[in-house]
């Protein structure tokens, strides 16, 4: 296997879990009105695509500064993830 092909597969590979993901969590939210789910999924989409297309917006030197912001992002919705879990 050549190495855009796996790049390729493993492209599709996370977006198919992450797509996955959100529509578990969404089945959950509307089955049992459960927050945490959503929220993992929020971070999920925030270190997924949100991070790609911002990384792509701005030069090499700046990425670091998209990375943390968007780990920021991400552990934010853990937590309140976390948060909701802890009330049941």
């Known amino acids: 296997m050549q190495k855009n092909e796996l790049k390729s597969l493993l492209t599709f590979g996370n977006y198919f879990l992450g797509a996955l993901i959100f529509i578990f969590s969404l089945g959950f939210f509307i089955k049992n009105k459960a927050l945490a789910p959503l929220f993992i999924s929020a971070a999920i989409i925030i270190v997924g695509p949100v991070e790609s297309i911002l990384m792509k917006k701005v030069s090499p030197q ?12 991400m552990l934010i919705f853990l937590l309140l993830a976390e948060l909701q879990c802890q009330k049941r």
């Open 62 to 73: 700046d990425r670091w500064i998209v990375d943390q912001l968007t780990s920021i992002g």
